[in-house]
């Protein structure tokens, strides 16, 4: 597995969404552990989780709950695993997402993240999503940078940001904003400039749903022809050379894909011994 830096971590240039274990259709728990474990024997130590992946109203955080008992139940050492978590998004149980970034829901929602993480400090907290009834943006990170002062987290990013969005949390944070994640994806590209920005400022970017979503990943080289005709040229999956074309976006990006079968995960890290070449990079930027 090759490294990438984020903030002040080195993790797996592959990142393991954990999303699909805990939403509609989530497999049962027992496969989703061996899938998690899976993730970390290939070497992935990045797991992107957040509070809101759930399905009813009362099992909120099902997904960190689920994460942190992979975690413990694993055989080897997990000390260099970085869990990153979300506050601000919530599901209020009708199958509907809803947004509360404001910082007394934020304080709350990281103190019980904390809880069900089983851990002294959250390793990277993000804001879900900017909240769009009424309150500023400036005040939701505002919420973020004080759980950082507190040692309640130690490192912050946000979500689904754009790029003045970035820059204003880069200045609220006081300089220590060290992740933006982003929906990027061969189908979904308009996140270009914010990869762009945080290229330039040294910010890690990473992609949620890089391969098209949960019902989409699977037919992605049937929606994109370059992808699947360099997958065959190279005996690999369509999915192994999108994230290997992104990888090559930037040193900075690290894809964070969604699995809960062992098969997808180990697919998707082993895109890291994909090296495409200028040609192949070239055509794969021009597919839509």
């Not at 990170?141 to 004080?146: L, M, N």
């Not at 949620?208 to 005996?235: C, K, V, Y």
């Amino acid at each position: 597995m090759q490294n990438r830096v984020l903030g002040t971590m080195t993790v797996s240039a592959i990142g393991l969404g954990g999303m699909p274990m805990s939403i509609e259709g989530r497999p049962d728990r027992s496969r989703s552990i061996a899938t998690i474990h899976a993730a970390l024997d290939a070497g992935i130590t990045l797991i992107d989780t957040a509070d809101a992946y759930h399905v009813g109203a009362d099992e909120v955080g099902h997904n960190e709950t689920l994460i942190a008992e992979a975690l413990s139940s694993y055989g080897g050492d997990t000390s260099e695993v970085l869990v990153a978590t979300k506050g601000g998004h919530l599901r209020p149980g009708d199958g509907s997402w809803t947004i509360d970034a404001s910082p007394e829901h934020l304080r709350s929602a990281c103190d019980t993240s904390l809880r069900r993480l089983g851990v002294e400090a959250i390793g990277l907290y993000q804001l879900h999503r900017p909240d769009v009834s009424g309150v500023p943006y400036e005040e939701s990170v505002g919420a973020i940078r004080d759980l950082l002062d507190a040692g309640k987290i130690r490192m912050a990013g946000i979500s689904n940001a754009d790029p003045d969005q970035i820059r204003t949390a880069q200045d609220v944070l006081g300089g220590r904003l060290v992740s933006v994640q982003n929906q990027y994806s061969p189908a979904y590209r308009s996140s270009e400039p914010e990869l762009r920005l945080c290229q330039k400022m040294g910010i890690a970017f990473l992609p949620w749903s890089p391969l098209g979503g949960i019902s989409r990943a699977a037919g992605l080289g049937s929606r994109f022809a370059p992808f699947q005709e360099i997958a065959d040229a190279r005996g690999v999956s369509p999915q192994q050379v999108t994230l290997a074309w992104m990888l090559a976006a930037a040193p900075v990006v690290i894809p964070i894909p969604g699995s809960s079968r062992l098969e997808t995960v180990l697919d998707s890290a082993r895109s890291v011994e994909l090296d495409l070449s200028t040609e192949e990079l070239a055509s794969l930027d021009q597919a839509s």
